[in-house]
């Protein structure tokens, strides 16, 4: 069906940098709006940014201005440039993919199995 596979995770010291990504394979007829999320031992996933087919981006206010999302439609392919991390966004990292599967006109979220993220010295 749909895989969503993301990579880019590790260890990064506060202040460094770390790119995720996430390409989505399968019978995909469309993708809409892509996007990571983050889970937090003991807290909820929360929504980190998402970006529309067109590149509008919308983030969560705890990463303005220090991550950025892009995307390659062409690749199926979504990014998260994180720069100045916090120990404060040590988290596992899900990227989502709304999408339209071939001879299936109904959109549905399809989620990856998640990258661990690190922040520490």
């Known amino acids: 069906q749909v895989q969503l596979v993301e990579s880019g995770g590790g260890l990064v010291q506060p202040g460094g940098s770390l790119r995720l990504s996430c390409v989505a394979s399968g019978s995909i007829f469309s993708i809409n709006s892509m996007g990571w999320y983050r889970q937090a031992p003991g807290k909820q996933r929360e929504l980190v940014a998402h970006?529309?087919?067109?590149?509008?981006?919308h983030y969560a206010d705890s990463v303005k201005g220090r991550f950025t999302i892009s995307r390659d439609n062409a690749k199926n392919t979504v990014y998260l440039q994180m720069n100045t991390p916090k120990p404060e966004d040590t988290a596992v990292y899900y990227c989502t993919a709304d999408l339209n599967l071939v001879l299936n006109p109904t959109p549905n979220r399809y989620w990856g199995q998640g990258t661990q993220v690190t922040v520490s010295s």
């Open positions: 970006i529309s087919t067109g590149g509008g981006a």
